[in-house]
């Protein structure tokens, strides 16, 4: 069995699918906005904040910009995001009709929304078989050895989606982020006990005997 597949493998088993299309779209492109460089528990304090004073383009584009900070303060770098998610609204609203746009080009467009926010929204909002890469999965096929070292997000992409196909392509986001921070962390990954680590380049070119299994 090659890696890939046994990576894809171990994802299903441990991790399984994610859920997709629950979490209505705007709201999603605007907590994935919220999460960035920021953990987890801040983003969802940050979402909850805000959708529960506002949760449409139309609601957030009528609010001052010092209340939107405000509310989602615990994201950090507030004030930049505030401006951004004001634009979003406004933008949506001006030329989708209120609807969030489907495509990458066009979700890129918008302030604020680089690859990851666009293939978040894409994969789990509307169910599109792509992959989001965020740092877990921009670091974790290096380390194996699966993507180039020195390929740059895009370039992630494009290769894990050469490689895994269809509906698997949904496994990779959820399950690397947090095989990432259960066990391929980015500083001392716990290779050892990692069940991935007899596929691995970096395990092995750190000189680390295979377990067998
Ligand atoms: S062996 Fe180490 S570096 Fe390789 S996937 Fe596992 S935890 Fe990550």
Do not use: W
């Not at 069995?1 to 399984?16: D, H, P, S, W």
């Not at 383009?57 to 939107?68: E, N």
């Not at 401006?83 to 979003?88: A, F, P, S």
Request: aromatic share 8%; charged share 30%; glycine share 6%.
């Amino acid at each position: 069995m090659n890696r890939v597949k046994k990576l894809t493998n171990f994802l299903e088993k441990r991790y399984g699918y994610p859920e997709t299309g629950r979490t209505p779209h705007f709201q999603l492109l605007i907590s994935t906005v919220l999460s960035q460089r920021t953990r987890d528990e801040n983003t969802a304090k940050a979402s909850k904040q805000l959708f529960s004073v506002a949760r449409t383009p139309q609601a957030i584009s009528k609010l001052p910009l010092k209340k939107i900070e405000k509310l989602i303060k615990p994201s950090g770098t507030y004030r930049q995001k505030a401006l951004h998610i004001k634009k979003i609204s406004k933008i949506i609203l001006k030329d989708y009709k209120g609807r969030v746009p489907k495509t990458r080009e066009e979700l890129m467009k918008l302030p604020g929304v680089g690859y990851k926010t666009a293939d978040v929204t894409l994969s789990y909002g509307f169910g599109v078989k792509t992959i989001a890469v965020d740092v877990h999965v921009g670091r974790i096929p290096k380390r194996i050895g699966i993507v180039d070292k020195k390929a740059n997000v895009e370039e992630v992409r494009k290769i894990l989606e050469s490689l895994i196909k269809g509906r698997k392509r949904f496994l990779v986001n959820m399950g690397l982020v947090r095989f990432g921070q259960e066990i391929c962390k980015p500083i001392n990954p716990k290779c050892p006990e990692c069940p991935l680590n007899i596929i691995c380049n970096y395990y092995k070119k750190r000189g680390c005997v295979y377990e067998k299994r």
